[in-house]
């Protein structure tokens, strides 16, 4: 069956429509949480800079799948070229690949969502990163250490282009071996990011098979059957996401594990919460609560 360009379109608006409403939400949730940031860990950051620095990094991980999604389905609308295609079809052809690509040319050019420090780590925690990198087969191109003191954040990311960023606040607050557990942590994040690829790709196949077995009935259809069929969609294929990146952090903590020992890996949580203010039972999230973390740990050093 030929791919019906309405369906192509209607998936395509599903995908943006998705990510503007997942940006949104964050966006709300941290614009609500800022004055308890505030009060609570002395932030000296305005509330814009605070939402530039934490919906940043959730477009960080959402951009390059959408903007893959959208020239993906420009390519396949210009390869199929049915008889009577309305004027309106290459228009959004054309939109689609426009907006895939300007997607792209942000994601690629936008800056660090905290200024770089003029610091280095040392050699050798330089060649250990590399080494961590080349076990799990990703090449770890840049190891970038930010300025968190004016956020108050402590904490490390696995970015895109094969680069980690550790925070100074952080550095500042863990030992050697400790700092060596978290970089761990985060090399295993870069090699994860095949699997949400793979993942990614699967349910943008499946949703594609759908739209298409249903395009012969699209236009038979209520206009609210076409809204509930896409919140469907986007409701579907963002669910996994949150389950898999829940496992992403128990496996990284794994990893960290087996070399550097539960302890440092323990520590280095526990530090990071304190100097966030993390309650131990909060569930909430897209990662799993400090105690399910340390729980797990305990597993590890009872082994």
């Not at 009060?39 to 605070?50: A, D, K, N, P, Q």
């Not at 942000?106 to 660090?112: A, S, V």
């Not at 282009?161 to 060596?180: C, F, K, M, N």
């Amino acid at each position: 069956m030929c791919p019906s360009p309405f369906a192509i379109s209607h998936l395509a608006f599903a995908l943006c429509f998705g990510f503007a409403l997942v940006l949104g939400e964050f966006t709300l949730l941290f614009w609500w949480l800022y004055p308890l940031e505030r009060v609570r860990r002395g932030l000296t950051l305005s509330r814009g800079e605070y939402l530039r620095l934490r919906v940043g990094l959730v477009f960080e991980m959402l951009a390059p799948l959408l903007a893959v999604a959208l020239v993906a389905l420009a390519v396949v609308s210009a390869l199929y070229h049915p008889r009577g295609r309305s004027a309106g079809d290459p228009l959004w052809m054309g939109m689609m690949g426009v907006a895939g690509v300007a997607l792209g040319v942000i994601y690629t050019r936008r800056g660090l969502m905290l200024p770089v420090r003029s610091l280095s780590l040392a050699q050798p925690l330089q060649e250990e990163v590399q080494r961590m990198g080349r076990e799990l087969g990703v090449q770890v191109r840049t190891l970038l250490v930010l300025d968190g003191a004016r956020a108050r954040m402590a904490n490390a990311f696995a970015l895109s282009g094969g680069r980690i960023a550790i925070t100074d606040y952080l550095l500042a607050s863990l030992t050697e071996r400790e700092v060596l557990a978290v970089l761990a942590h985060e090399v295993a994040h870069l090699a994860q990011r095949r699997r949400l690829w793979r993942l990614w790709l699967l349910k943008l196949g499946a949703a594609s098979g759908l739209l298409l077995g249903l395009a012969p009935f699209w236009r038979r259809l209520p206009a609210w059957s076409h809204l509930l069929l896409m919140g469907t969609l986007v409701g579907c294929m963002a669910a996994p996401m949150r389950w898999l990146r829940r496992q992403h952090e128990l496996e990284a903590d794994a990893f960290a594990v087996s070399q550097y020992g539960a302890d440092a890996m323990k520590s280095a949580l526990q530090k990071v919460a304190a100097l966030h203010g993390a309650p131990k039972e909060s569930k909430k999230g897209i990662h799993p609560s400090l105690q399910q973390r340390l729980a797990r740990l305990e597993q590890f050093a009872t082994r």
